[in-house]
């Protein structure tokens, strides 16, 4: 994850001149990953509630390390990054998903 994140914030600057289609299709996934992790990163936490309006969580460490994992290794690759904004785990994130796709079908 670690390893994402770094080459995303080496990546600011060729995105910021260039623009996201001058990246090679491995770094524009990296930049995908790392902006989920980004927002992955804003789970609702109690202390926040205040200050989002959105009530706190709390997820287990294995929970959030296998969450993490399933984003560096690609396995939510299909999901818009938007989704991951305060969610509180990955089960989360994916029922969002389904429940958009339902939402769009109908």
């Given at each position: 994850m670690q390893e994402t994140l770094q080459?995303?914030?080496e990546l600011q600057?060729?995105?910021a001149i260039l623009g996201m289609d001058e990246l090679s299709d491995d770094d524009r996934q990296t930049v995908?990953?790392?902006r989920k992790i980004q927002n992955f990163l804003s789970?609702?936490?109690h202390v926040a509630e205040v200050y989002s309006g959105q009530p706190g969580c709390s997820v287990a460490l294995l929970d959030t390390i296998a969450s993490f994992e399933e984003i560096v290794d690609g396995k939510?690759?299909?999901?818009?990054?938007s989704l991951f904004l305060l969610a509180g785990g990955i089960?989360?994130?994916?029922?969002?998903y389904?429940?958009?796709?339902?939402?769009e079908q109908a």
């Open positions: 080459r995303y914030h600057d060729i995105i995908y990953r790392a789970q609702p936490m939510v690759d299909d999901i818009p990054e089960a989360e994130v994916r029922a969002r389904a429940e958009m796709k339902h939402s």
